[in-house]
Structure formats: structure tokens, C-alpha cells
């Protein structure tokens, strides 16, 4: 398993995904949309965002594993990629957050065994879970 993160449009995310639903509205935050490739061959898609006003705090909005590559640890992949692209890249990140299904016990599982927590919040119906992160320049 070789990881690759590739920056795409929203576009080409909308394309691939039919969550168009959440991608942020705020006028202050920034989206960023990446396919993930192994080896090449795309096989899913991952949308963060920030608040140009909280400089220190991102947001993994969607990690979509596509059905056929479900299962092969991709998503726990995934996941790392994108904490360590935002930690090399936002060196004044210091929380990195998202949204977990309160039904999806394996995502749960897998954000909690990376060292994501409970921040106390809800949003949309579904707990919201932070990392702690050190920045690269720490």
C-alpha cells in the first residue's frame, strides 16, 4: 500500500462523491479536496477545511473509501496521510477535528485508535472528535 494524496477540484469531488452536502458554507472557510490514489489508481476522496479567522484548528469534513477498496485499510491510511499533509503544511495547527456517526462503530473505532477524542460537542447529530497535534516545527 502506497498512499498518495492529489489535490483536486471541487469539480472533479463532486463527481466522485454524493456528499456534496457537506461541504462547508461559510464564507471563511476553506476548502481543500484530494483524491487518494495507491499506486496510481484512485481509490477515494477526502475533503478538509479551515476558518481563515481559527488559524490554529482544521477540520476533516469527509474520508470517502470507494465500495470496491472498502475493507483493506484505506481509511486508516487516509487518515494519516491527511493529519501528517495538514501538520507539514499549517505549521500553527495545533487541533485537528471531525464529525463521527454516532452508528459508525468502526470509523469510531478507527478515529479513537489514531488518538482522536470526545470534545463534548455535537454537530449535525453527530459527536465531534479532535486530535491533539504537535506542529512539524515542534
Known amino acids: ?43 477515494g476522496t477526502i475533503l478538509y477545511g479551515y476558518d481563515d479567522e481559527i488559524t490554529n484548528t482544521y477540520w476533516i469534513h469527509a474520508i470517502t473509501i470507494d465500495e470496491q477498496h472498502q475493507g483493506k485499510d484505506y481509511e486508516k491510511e487516509a487518515l494519516a496521510s491527511i493529519v501528517d499533509w495538514i501538520r507539514e503544511n499549517f505549521k500553527n495547527c495545533t487541533e485537528i477535528r471531525l464529525n463521527a456517526s454516532k452508528d459508525d462503530d468502526s470509523a469510531n473505532e478507527l478515529y479513537r485508535n489514531f488518538g482522536f477524542v470526545p470534545s463534548g460537542e455535537e454537530h449535525d447529530g453527530q459527536d465531534v472528535l479532535y486530535l491533539s497535534v504537535q506542529t512539524a516545527s515542534d
Not at 11 to 16: F, I, L, P, T
Request: aromatic share 6%; charged share 35%; glycine share 4%.
Open 1 to 43: 500500500m502506497n498512499i498518495e494524496l492529489k489535490k483536486i477540484t471541487k469539480e472533479q469531488w463532486a463527481e466522485q462523491s454524493n456528499e456534496e452536502s457537506i461541504i462547508p458554507q461559510d464564507e471563511n472557510v476553506k476548502t481543500v479536496f484530494f483524491g487518494i490514489h495507491d499506486e496510481g489508481a484512485k481509490i
